[in-house]
């Protein structure tokens, strides 16, 4: 099988295409990736972000499907609403099952994209999409909703369920991960054994092994 993440480059190689292709690689899958932002960071700074052009982004996409035939992809870093057009045409030129992760913010707490990330994600990404893996901040900015219980996790994840499948990513959450299946209507809470992925991990392999027969609460369990 080969895979696709459209994503940020991180020099430090602790997220973004590096971190992706090594998760794919780690479970078989031949990786390629499309790079849609340079970052200057380390694990606990982020110095500059530069987006790369429209246009070079459209063109390392079609490079890629001329020469492979891919199904599942994932998508990370989208740094405006440009980016994030350009991906759900090409989704949609390529019949592509996709998985989105959608960053906003770095782990070292700085911003990457332009606010308006979350507000065009809904418009044009996320009803193409099988599954969302937003944490709690990207949650927040999705759904408008401040969390800070397991209800109002709940209450997001049913708002972001609108669009498509989601699972908030329980890091700062007492580990629970909050998981919606758009297609069942169901919400459940997963309490992650302490020797399991962590979660950035845990939103990767969702990515590499999604597809649109998976059972969502199944391939959940199996991997927490």
Excluded: W
């Amino acid at each position: 099988m080969i895979g696709l993440t459209i994503a940020g480059f991180d020099p430090s190689g602790g997220a973004g295409i590096l971190e992706d292709v090594k998760t794919m690689a780690s479970l078989g899958v031949h990786p390629t990736a499309v790079s849609t932002s340079l970052t200057a960071q380390n694990p606990k700074r982020v110095f500059s972000v530069q987006p790369v052009s429209v246009e070079y982004i459209s063109e390392q996409i079609d490079s890629i499907f001329d020469e492979y035939e891919i199904k599942y992809a994932k998508t990370g870093l989208l740094y405006s609403k440009e980016i994030i057009q350009l991906v759900s045409k090409k989704v949609e030129e390529y019949d592509l099952s996709i998985v989105v992760d959608p960053v906003m913010v770095a782990s070292a707490g700085a911003k990457l994209g332009k606010d308006e990330i979350a507000s065009k994600l809904k418009r044009h990404l996320l009803k193409k999409s099988v599954l969302t893996t937003p944490n709690l901040s990207e949650a927040e900015k999705l759904s408008n909703i401040k969390i800070e219980s397991l209800d109002d996790a709940k209450e997001a994840a049913y708002k972001i369920g609108k669009y498509c499948n989601v699972i908030i990513t329980g890091g700062h959450l007492n580990g629970k991960n909050i998981i919606y299946n758009k297609m069942q209507d169901y919400l459940s809470r997963i309490q992650r054994n302490i020797k399991q992925l962590k979660n950035i991990d845990l939103e990767k392999e969702f990515a590499d092994k999604i597809c649109l027969d998976v059972d969502i609460e199944k391939l959940a369990l199996d991997l927490c």
